[in-house]
């Protein structure tokens, strides 16, 4: 059971670049989302999704844009990547509101 | 507005001595708490899941209590391997709300 999981766990990109975050999950759970950890800030969600073609934002969504299509898949686009985008990203899923999450292993992105 | 804080944001514990870490919240309607550790370079892992005041809950050398407006992790006896950050977070209406963490070292 290969539970949540992120691709690719390793990226740098330059200033305006474009790319997406991969994140997967066989675990048939409906509610996604993606946050981000930096030193000192915990982890902030930026988007989050509660089924397929349900949408919503969370604290940071600026810069970022998601979409699931299906219930395994919640991709994050980074439109144009900002060095204040640095920072790890958690992809993380759940059955239904009020359980416990599972993250990914997170991507570490680096913008120069 | 839904908010979560961790205390003390460091804690260092030689290898037997028990301690509690803090974790203060506000959040209009308690759905859930959660206890995480993150261990370096790793995702968070679940530890557990708190509904009501009063509730406890047990995992090795880990206890979890919760108030109606904080929640405890004591930890008795720890050994070297708990060392780890632990994250707390609350359920507000669909989002997990995260706290900012503690940062447990334990030296033998």
């Known amino acids: 059971n290969a539970g949540v999981t992120q691709t690719p766990k390793f990226q740098v990109l330059k200033t305006g670049q474009s790319m997406t975050l991969q994140c997967a999950q066989d675990?048939?759970?409906?509610?996604m989302s993606w946050y981000r950890q930096d030193p000192g800030m915990g982890l902030r969600l930026i988007h989050y999704s509660v089924g397929a073609g349900i949408t919503d934002q969370g604290e940071v969504p600026n810069g970022y844009n998601v979409s699931r299509s299906t219930t395994e898949d919640f991709p994050l686009r980074l439109l144009s990547a900002a060095p204040s985008q640095t920072s790890v990203y958690f992809c993380?899923?759940?059955?239904?509101?009020?359980?416990?999450?599972?993250f990914g292993q997170g991507t570490r992105l680096t913008v120069v | 507005e839904d908010q979560v804080t961790q205390s003390p944001e460091a804690l260092r514990l030689q290898e037997g001595e028990s301690s509690s870490l803090n974790c203060s919240y506000t959040v209009s309607g308690l759905r859930g708490l959660f206890w995480y550790r993150q261990d370096p370079g790793k995702g968070p892992e679940f530890l557990f899941t708190?509904?009501?005041a009063g509730e406890e809950k047990e995992k090795e050398r880990l206890k979890a209590t919760l108030t109606k407006k904080e929640s405890f992790l004591h930890i008795t006896a720890p050994k070297p391997e708990d060392s780890a950050t632990y994250l707390c977070?609350?359920?507000?209406?669909?989002?997990?709300?995260f706290g900012k963490g503690t940062k447990l070292t334990v030296n033998p």
């Open positions: 708190l509904y009501s």
């Open positions: 675990m048939n759970h409906e509610y």
């Open positions: 977070a609350v359920q507000a209406p669909e989002k997990l709300v």
């Open positions: 993380a899923s759940r059955h239904v509101m009020n359980t416990e999450a599972f």
